[in-house]
């Protein structure tokens, strides 16, 4: 069973660009969830995303936003690039749809995005 | 929203020694997951405790719910090379969101 992907894997901007990440799930999963991992923050939520509608977000500004569609499949898009939007972009899916419990996170390996 | 201590920020160990890594809310949780990310990889889930008092052990790991459900713990016994990586607790609370502690980055001296 393949993993969760993420594409690209690295990636360098410059300040003002804008960025798309781009996530596919696990085959059968429903729920995709984003974070913004950096050496001094750690592991920082942005949104989750179920069967194509943003069901949690994190606290991050509107240059942030994402989506999924129809297959799960998931893009976030950060805006206006700031360098201290140089981080780690992690995707996770998970198969368990309960109110409060996501279940197991699996993770993909990352977008490693690079802000000039 | 939900904050998620985690203590100590970095731990070194001889190999063979013990390693205990801590997790702390203010808030009643509902559940608490444990990830590993090795160095340059991404977090692996370890284990999702539910119960209040929960204890489950996988081999020299031994992990803890609270009574009260505010806090945990991840305990290594007998630390190997292999255990290395930072390691990372997640809290969900009322909501779905899961908060993640600050990580403890575990390094084992041979």
């Known amino acids: 069973k393949a993993g969760v992907t993420q594409t690209p894997r690295y990636l360098i901007k410059t300040r003002g660009q804008q960025v798309t990440l781009s996530c596919s799930p696990i085959s059968g999963h429903r729920s995709v969830s984003w974070y913004q991992q950096t050496p001094g923050q750690g592991l920082q939520f942005l949104f989750e995303?179920?069967?194509?509608?943003?069901?949690n977000k994190g606290n991050f500004p509107g240059r942030f936003s994402g989506r999924q569609f129809s297959n799960s499949r998931s893009e976030m898009n950060v805006s206006t690039l700031e360098l201290g939007d140089s981080a780690l972009y992690l995707c996770?899916?998970?198969?368990?749809?309960?109110?409060?419990?996501?279940?197991?996170?699996?993770f993909g390996e990352g977008s490693r995005l690079t802000v000039l | 929203g939900q904050q998620v201590m985690q203590i100590p920020q970095y731990q070194h160990v001889q190999e063979g020694e013990d390693f205990t890594t801590y997790c702390n809310s203010s808030?009643?949780?509902?559940?608490i997951q444990w990830y590993k990310q090795r160095p340059g990889g991404h977090p692996v889930f370890l284990i999702q405790l539910v119960k209040s008092g929960e204890v489950k052990k996988q081999k020299r790991l031994t992990f803890q719910f609270g009574e009260a459900k505010k806090n945990s713990s991840l305990h290594i016994t007998a630390t190997q090379t292999t255990d290395v990586g930072t390691y990372f607790c997640a809290a969900s609370g009322s909501a779905r969101q899961l908060t993640f502690g600050s990580g403890t980055q575990l390094t084992v001296l041979p």
């Open positions: 808030t009643t949780l509902s559940n």
């Open positions: 996770a899916s998970s198969l368990l749809a309960s109110r409060t419990n996501t279940g197991e996170l699996f």
């Open positions: 995303y179920f069967s194509e509608t943003q069901r």
